[in-house]
């Protein structure tokens, strides 16, 4: 990622390509059975092939977590404000 202001953060390479839990992270893929929804008669098939997940655990096989894409701007709001406050000493000492 380059541009004026930004900076790269590799944490795949960081930590070896584990995932930890509490961390946000984006995945893209095509889901094998999205979601069917009907509506007055029309199947609509949906997966959301670009998620923003705040981790909470995983199996060999799988990821579980919270799709930050699905909640909306209010509950992502209580969600980012309870991990942010966890820990007050650790956010306010810069992490020290």
């Given at each position: 990622m380059?541009?004026?202001?930004?900076?790269a953060y590799d944490s795949e390479t960081l930590f070896n390509g584990k995932l930890y839990r509490g961390n946000i992270y984006i995945f893209k893929y095509t889901a094998k059975n999205p979601t069917?929804?009907?509506?007055k008669g029309v199947d609509v098939y949906f997966s959301d092939s670009l998620p923003v997940i705040l981790?909470?655990?995983?199996?060999?096989?799988?990821?579980k977590g919270i799709?930050?894409?699905?909640c909306n701007k209010?509950?992502?709001?209580?969600i980012l404000?309870?991990?942010?406050n966890l820990d007050e000493d650790f956010y306010f000492s810069?992490?020290?």
């Open positions: 380059s541009g004026e202001g930004f900076d069917k929804y009907s509506y981790m909470i655990g995983e199996t060999s096989s799988t990821i799709n930050l894409n699905f209010a509950l992502k709001t209580i404000n309870m991990i942010i810069g992490g020290a």
